[in-house]
């Protein structure tokens, strides 16, 4: 049975260091630093839409937890799902203006505490405690095998409680690398879901779902689309526990900016959101938790599946125009964005 009304989103806590490159980080002795992570990011976002939230990772027992914790915590995200033990906080290195996906990133998360997570070492049920959603992504099990398998006695704890759950299939192929493929992993996590959020290529990485490299050669949103339904239904019949399924569609566009459009498959219907499109990117961090705590947002709230997906495109190409890992829009400024392009369209 559900206890409560809490969205719970669990996670390894990030912090991000943003050089200059070109050797100016170290001129000027000066790097940004940022409080981050795929699931805080989506608990900042429901923090900032009002929606009650629970953050769970694990982290040192030390003078900088204890000042991440409150900072946590002063973005209205409660702390109480927190646990301690280990030695590091993780971390990685993205230099200003590159991509999570490409070759910029430099991780430095060996031996972190989060690492070190192990099935038995936390009480699921009194990390969950008050909570309706449990929220996770693919970045945690892509760790090692004893966080993938702590990952499952989560699921299982959730599961047996009657929370909802929901997975983003964030894929990082730097870090798959403790000899398990994901489609060994992730089909395991993945029967356990209502909600699953990707794309095809990484439905396709980590559950292997069939994808039709043709598409691509030459590609049109049209088609895109149709393979979005097809995806969407093989997952659900794959997964049956599968109620909702939302891809996103993000292509480079212009010099430095990107076309974007999403969909969300329900009930037997793909609702397309509109297409977004931007000449420059701030921040392409981020974007993607974004769209997730959207959709967890108007899930949550029952609102439409049109608005849904409106809503939570909308917050990911905001987060666009943003610097840092985390949103700081307010549902206001998210429809704010949505009116202005409903409106070019």
């Not at 914790?69 to 203006?97: C, N």
């Not at 049209?222 to 995806?231: D, G, M, P, R």
Request: hydrophobic share 40%.
């Amino acid at each position: 049975m559900r206890t409560g009304n809490t969205i719970c989103c669990f996670g390894e806590l990030l912090l991000r260091f943003s050089p200059q490159l070109n050797g100016e980080w170290i001129k000027q002795a000066n790097m940004p630093v940022f409080v981050g992570g795929a699931e805080l990011n989506v608990a900042n976002a429901l923090a900032n839409w009002k929606v009650p939230v629970r953050y769970s990772t694990v982290l040192p027992e030390n003078q900088l937890s204890t000042e991440i914790e409150a900072y946590i915590e002063e973005k209205g995200i409660e702390t109480s799902g927190i646990r301690h033990f280990g030695s590091r906080i993780g971390a990685y290195y993205l230099p200003q203006g590159a991509d999570l996906k490409n070759a910029g990133v430099i991780y430095d998360r060996a031996f972190s505490s989060f690492s070190e997570l192990k099935v038995g070492k936390v009480d699921w049920e009194q990390i969950l405690e008050g909570c309706s959603w449990f929220h996770f992504s693919a970045i945690s099990p892509a760790l090692n095998q004893d966080v993938a398998d702590a990952c499952l006695e989560a699921l299982q704890v959730a599961s047996r409680l009657g929370i909802t759950i929901s997975v983003d299939l964030n894929y990082r192929a730097k870090l798959w690398q403790f000899g398990k493929k994901p489609v060994e992993i992730m089909p395991a996590l993945a029967q356990y879901c209502d909600v699953i959020m990707g794309n095809i290529w990484a439905a396709n990485t980590l559950l292997g779902i069939p994808v039709d490299k043709t598409v691509e050669q030459n590609p049109t949103q049209e088609k895109y689309l149709a393979h979005s339904i097809a995806t969407a239904e093989n997952i659900q019949a794959t997964f049956p526990k599968c109620k909702v399924v939302a891809n996103t569609f993000r292509f480079d566009a212009f010099e430095e900016g990107i076309q974007y459009y999403t969909t969300l498959f329900k009930d037997g219907i793909q609702y397309v959101s509109p297409e977004f499109t931007t000449q420059k990117v701030v921040d392409k961090v981020g974007s993607g938790d974004c769209f997730m705590g959207g959709l967890i947002y108007g899930l949550h709230h029952q609102h439409a599946p049109q608005d849904i997906i409106d809503f939570a495109a909308a917050a990911a190409f905001g987060k666009l125009q943003e610097y840092g890992d985390a949103s700081q829009q307010t549902v206001e400024k998210v429809k704010e964005t949505l009116n202005n392009v409903l409106s070019e369209n």
